[in-house]
């Protein structure tokens, strides 16, 4: 019982302290591979590290309708990230097994809710058309990853993260095509759900000035830049654990190098995409979405039949 | 979606290359042509004050403190380097050097102060033979300029005598 | 022939309401008219002749006729005509009738002449400052011969703010500018937006106002206005270069050297080019795609370095000087430039080919800032902007200037009228200015680059000089004066015309469309906004040291 509770922790400290670790590094690779698409030198690959610390020794300035709630969004963003990070595989195995597929689904929304937030509680013009934005984004997006995971559940007959996460979004026993499907969709999404060209619209610098996040400089930056950077490898490692968990279960270093090497994949993928693209007007990106989360009830259908 | 026009754009970026310098760590090249921050001649320059008259950003500035002493004054603050000071100067003392990094905390190190020592003919400013009637200003005799000020007054006047303060400019300073 | 035809049309029409006719040449008009006929002789060359309107001059004329000018420019693009519509008027408040409410595309230039010089355009629907800073006294117009180049006025009221018309119902005012990231420069809209539809906006500009054309007429000399006329756009400096240089040459009936104009037109021509390529970059920086915004930077690149190694500048070029211009083209500089152009061509193949199949681009400038005809035809919109609206108006082929008519090229036109086709129109006519940059080089005569002036120029004469920039017509206005320096020197650059058409355009569109289409008239507003502020207190020379500075903080915060 203590023996099960300690490792539970150590492997959640673990994880935390990789995310946190790991997360500029691919925000690094990110830009670097982004600047060689782009013909140009790019900044060092630990310029990320250095952003991070520069703008958390910055000043902190209050601006804005309500500054206590502005800390707290900036705050809750990454923690709710920090958070899931005890939820998911992450090469050693999901450090707190307690938690289900609606925790999971709870937290994710969560991170997107503080954006929101964080738009509101700084009222500007520019950010609260940011806030609209999030918010369209949000309720077209949020049911893909739930009935991907919802899929899981129902070809894997339990709610319970352990079986969600051991590639039973495939079928247990048989083939299910609503694995496949519902893997298509949460790829064609991926771009949205880490916020980044051509589905970056809810910040989109030269339209609408970073939207919600237009009025926060220094420390907060900081935290919600962190929680961005650590979103892209959360999302991976959701999507990793979900779709291709293969080669978890392998010897220690094996396992964990091997989780990092598909998020690695992913994030080369996010950045290729997002280089060759141009934004999407939110209309245009709402109404691409709508047409996948209709696909995606058919196929939460297709696994309730059990095909 | 257009798959093709995707992958012959990523083509096209791959195919070139990293092209950027790696600028400032290595210098930057510029052609033998290239107009540079201006550079003085003061051995050269015998005091028509041509470039003076015909800088478009009045940042040649003359003034005569005596007889014999004209101080020629460039100020290089909003000069545009157009080069025409170079143009027109009758004795080449003025060469567009290829200097571009000119930033600095004092704004004296790009300027350049010549004093120069005037035989009795020079001074009336004929010396400045203009290539087109366009160049010509008709300056004769000795010009003050407020170079306390770092003003253009472009003012001549036939004879020098002692009062050299220009008290008819208002000049406006916060 | 034409000219000949529309002076009997005018004089049986307006008899003797025209005091004087002008012929310069075949290609220039200048109808002097009383004052109570020049509406509906402007009304007259607009709606019935069709004619394009070009801007609208104020000049003071009182040291020499005790009497305000006015002066009207139409252009007749299919006949290589332009026609100026000049009136004389006088007295302390002086009064000429409005021609806005039949010619929308006067709006701008009518209340920049009343602010400017004092002419007020008597029944104008929106007569609103457009460019005086806010805080200016009304009254004084610095544009008047007797208000010195660095007047300050006294009664500047530094808290005065500019009134925006009320907020239409249900709307939420958004602000778009000074500062935005998609303004390279300081301009204001007042966007009125519904969730994210824009039910209106309302402009105010001329922030970044210098003074160029008061300096020109006061301080500066014929040979020195070029440089300063440079500085009046980053992006397409040796246009205004090269227009001022023509009108002046033209009022003086100078012409210059054969090989100045094929070097003028070449270095035009590498300037459309860096400036299309640009425009594209920055167009798609604005879309999210930087990808091709660095790619095309990356294109562009070598056009800078050869305009650097023939000017010695990669973009103020310092062209021309009156009669001739100051670099000369050497054997080794044509090889370079052929060199480039060559590379240029077979990249931009490649690029247009792939980005001109590309859905994803296509689908947000698709039917975005669509600019119908009608409009480009009221708002006098020029360039691609019109050229991408089926309007087939090129200043190059309509009214020929420096070596244009010796070459051959296609003016692109596309039908759809949106962002889209200004993308497409820029893209090829990269094509077309390396195809003029190849026949100039091949067919350059040889000989001086510069004519011989031995005349001091005569005073009082008139030229008007049309160069196509990249972003549309550049039109200037020089009239002659004393002591080596002009009367009046009037620049319309094109974002002036083209910048009036954006309220219309972005009507009922998104936020996010917004700023493509602005993005997409390739605005310029240091272009627009050049002209003759005067230093304001805030720009007398002053440094401040260290010290200095603190002990002025120091000092607003007791």
Known sequence: MWYDLLTSVFRGLVNTVLLLALAP????????????????????????????????????????????????????????????????????????????????????????????????????????????????????????????????AVNGGSMRLEPVFSGVVFGDVTFSYAGLIMLLMVLAAFQAYVKRVPFDIAEAETEIMEGALMEYSGPKLALFKYAQMCRLVVYSGVFVALFVPWGNELMFPLGWLLFWLKVAVLVVLVTVLAASHARYRIDQAVRYFLVMVAVSFGALVLAALGY | MSLAAKIKEVLICLRAGRVTL??????????????????????????????????????????????????????????????????????????????????????????????????????????????TPLEELKLKGYRIDDLMNERWVFRSKPFLNEEKTVDDIDIELD | MFILHLLNRLQERFGDGISRVDMTSDERLYLYVKPAVLRNVCVFLFDTMSARYAVGIG???????????????????????????????????????????????????????????????????????????????DGEHPLRKDVPWNHVPENFHSGREYEFERLPEGCVAVPFGPFHPTLDEPAHFRLYVE??????????????????????????????????????????????????????????????????????????????????????????????????????????????????????????????????????????????????????????????????????????????????????????????????????????????????????????????????????????????????????LSKMPDGPIAAEITDELPSARTGISSVEAPRGEAHHFVITGEDNKPRRWRVRAPTYQNLQGIPYMIKDQTLSDMTLTLGSIDPCFSCTDRVETIDIRSCSHRVYSGRELESLVRRKDK
């Not at chain 1, 691919?26 to 698409?37: D, H, N, S």
């Not at chain 2, 107009?35 to 005569?64: H, S």
């Not at chain 2, 007889?67 to 003392?93: F, M, S, W």
């Open chain 1, 25 to 152: 590094l691919c925000e690094g690779i990110v830009r670097k591979l982004t600047a060689r698409i782009q013909s140009r030198q790019g900044p060092p690959i630990r310029q990320a590290y250095y952003d991070i610390l520069k703008l958390l020794g910055k000043e902190d300035i209050e601006v804005g309708e309500s500054p206590v709630f502005q800390r707290l969004a900036a705050a809750l963003g990454l923690a709710s990230v920090l958070c899931i990070a005890w939820l998911i595989p992450m090469g050693v195995g999901i450090p707190f097994s307690g938690g289900d597929v609606i925790l999971l689904v709870y937290l994710l929304a969560l991170g997107a809710v503080v954006g929101v937030l964080a738009g509101i509680a700084s009222g500007t013009t520019y950010s609260m058309l940011g806030v609209s934005r999030e918010v369209m984004m949000l309720i077209t997006l949020e049911p893909l990853l739930i009935i991907a995971l919802l899929v899981a």
């Open chain 2, 22 to 131: 790696p600028y400032p760590f290595e210098p930057a090249t510029v052609p033998k042509a290239f107009r540079g921050r201006p550079i003085f001649d003061v051995e050269r320059c015998v005091g028509c004050a041509g470039c003076a008259n015909n800088c478009p950003a009045r940042e040649i500035l003359v003034e005569d403190v005596c007889q014999e002493v004209r101080i020629l004054k460039y100020l290089g603050r909003r000069c545009t380097y157009c080069g025409r000071c170079a143009d027109l100067c009758p004795e080449n003392a003025i060469t567009m050097s290829n200097e571009f990094e000119t930033a600095t905390d004092e704004i004296s190190d790009v300027g350049q102060t010549l004093e120069l020592f005037m035989g009795t003919c020079q001074r009336c400013g004929r010396c400045f033979t203009s290539p």
């Open chain 3, 59 to 137: 000049a003071d004329d009182t040291p020499y006729s005790g009497k305000y000018q006015v002066a009207h420019n139409f252009a007749f693009d299919g006949k290589n005509l332009f026609c100026s519509v000049i009136t004389y008027v006088d007295g302390t408040a002086p009064e000429v009738d409005s021609i806005s409410d039949r010619i929308p595309a006067a709006n701008w230039s009518e209340r920049e002449f009343y602010d400017l010089v004092g002419v007020r355009a008597a029944g104008h629907p929106f007569p609103k400052r457009l460019i005086l800073p806010d805080g200016w006294p």
């Open chain 3, 195 to 440: 969730g994210e539809r824009i039910a209106g906006c309302e402009y105010r500009g001329f922030m970044a106002h210098r003074g160029i054309e008061k300096l020109a007429e006061s301080v500066l000399t014929y040979n020195e206005i070029p440089m300063m006329a440079e500085r009046i756009c980053g992006i397409c400096g040796c246009v205004h270069n090269v227009a001022y240089a023509q009108a002046v040459e033209e009022a003086a009936a100078l012409s210059p050297t054969k090989r100045a104009e094929y070097i003028r037109t070449i270095m035009l021509e590498v300037e459309r080019l860096h400036s299309h390529l640009l425009w594209v970059g920055l167009a798609c920086h604005i879309a999210g795609f930087d990808t091709l915004f660095m790619q095309s930077f990356r294109i562009r690149e070598p056009v800078m370095r050869i305009a650097e190694k023939i000017t010695g500048n990669r973009k103020t070029y310092a062209l021309c000087v009156i009669g001739g211009v100051r670099w000369n083209l050497d054997e080794d500089a044509c090889t370079g430039l052929r060199r480039v152009i060559d590379n240029l061509e077979d990249e931009w193949r490649g690029v247009v080919a792939a980005v001109s199949k590309d859905k994803n681009i296509q689908r947000r400038t698709r039917d975005v800032g669509v600019a119908s005809p009608g409009l480009v035809k009221r708002m006098g919109l020029l360039g691609p902007v019109a050229r991408a609206s089926g309007i087939c108006i090129d200043a190059r082929r309509d009214h020929p200037y420096a070596a244009y008519d010796e070459v051959e090229f296609d003016v692109i036109v596309r039908e759809s009228c949106d962002v889209w086709a200004r993308i497409l129109v820029r893209a090829l006519e990269v094509f077309e200015s390396i195809r003029i940059i190849r026949q100039c």
